[in-house]
Nanobody
Framework: QVQLVESGGGLVQAGGSLRLSCAAS????????RAWFRQAPGKEREFVAA????????SYAGSVKGRFTISRDNAKNTVDLQMNSLKPEDTAVYYC?????????????????WGQGTQVTVSS
């Protein structure tokens, strides 16, 4: 059974940092694009960041560029999201995802595998 399991969420004050991690099991995702999305209450799920299969290319949403960094470890089948300078508007459930596209996918429907999500709450 393929599973993506997120960890590292929590409550942090504005300006603080968190590091999310997503561990995959059931298959290897070394050839897949890996990504993070988020969904705030009452809003649609939105793209946050993605990384190519070998880590050579990355893409970020404009709202997080310069503050968040995505990375991956294919040997461990994991993908991380380092989040710095957090803002209250970053509050959301964060999901990791995997896509077999040959480009950096940024749309929800381009991703096949999803985790259950981890809550990130940033207080002002």
């Amino acid at each position: 059974q393929v599973q993506l399991v997120e960890s590292g969420g929590g409550l942090v004050q504005a300006g603080g940092s968190l590091r999310l991690s997503c561990a995959a099991s059931g298959r290897t995702f070394s050839s897949y694009v890996r990504a993070w999305f988020r969904q705030a209450p009452g809003k649609e799920r939105e793209f946050v960041a993605a990384i190519s299969w070998n880590g050579g290319s990355r893409s970020y949403a404009g709202s997080v560029k310069g503050r968040f960094t995505i990375s991956r470890d294919n040997a461990k089948n994991t993908v991380d999201l380092q989040m710095n300078s957090l803002k209250p508007e970053d509050t959301a459930v964060y999901y990791c995802a995997a896509s077999d596209t040959r480009y950096i996918a940024t749309k929800v429907n381009e991703y096949t595998y999803w985790g259950q999500g981890t809550q990130v709450t940033v207080s002002s």
